[in-house]
Structures are given as structure tokens and as C-alpha cells.
């Protein structure tokens, strides 16, 4: 199995920002979701079942599970 490496610089402070809670409620349109960028796993995985993201000197395993679940871990 073959591991990829990627390292974030600083300008990729979207990984950086706290998750938010998604709610079944309907919402006021947000105009900064607009600019969010959106990454399909298959990109990032490139058909492999894990990905080592670097990031402020830690390493965080994102894996794709059996069940086609992502995992992300430290």
C-alpha cells in the first residue's frame, strides 16, 4: 500500500477553521460558503485508501474505510 504526503501551506487555513455542526433547519444563505473550495476524496486519495496530511508539524491519517466512510485521525 502506498501513502501519499501532502503538506498544507499557510494559505490553506480552510482545514485550519473549526467544523460546523450541520443542522436540518433551513438557513440564511451564506455569502462565505460561496468561496469555499470543494475537494472530492478521489481526488485526494488518487485510488489509494490512505492520505498523510501534514500540518503544523503533526501527522493526520485521513482513511477510507470498508464501508466507504472517510476517518480522520491523528
Request: proline letters at 3%.
Amino acid at each position: 500500500m502506498t501513502t501519499t504526503v501532502l503538506s498544507l501551506t499557510q494559505g490553506a487555513d480552510a482545514l485550519a477553521r473549526p467544523f460546523r455542526l450541520l443542522s436540518l433547519k433551513p438557513s440564511v444563505s451564506d455569502s462565505s460558503d460561496a468561496a469555499t473550495r470543494r475537494v472530492s476524496s478521489q481526488a485526494l486519495l488518487k485510488g489509494e485508501r490512505e492520505l498523510v496530511i501534514q500540518h503544523q508539524g503533526s501527522e493526520y491519517h485521513l482513511r477510507l474505510t470498508r464501508n466507504d466512510k472517510l476517518i480522520l485521525t491523528k
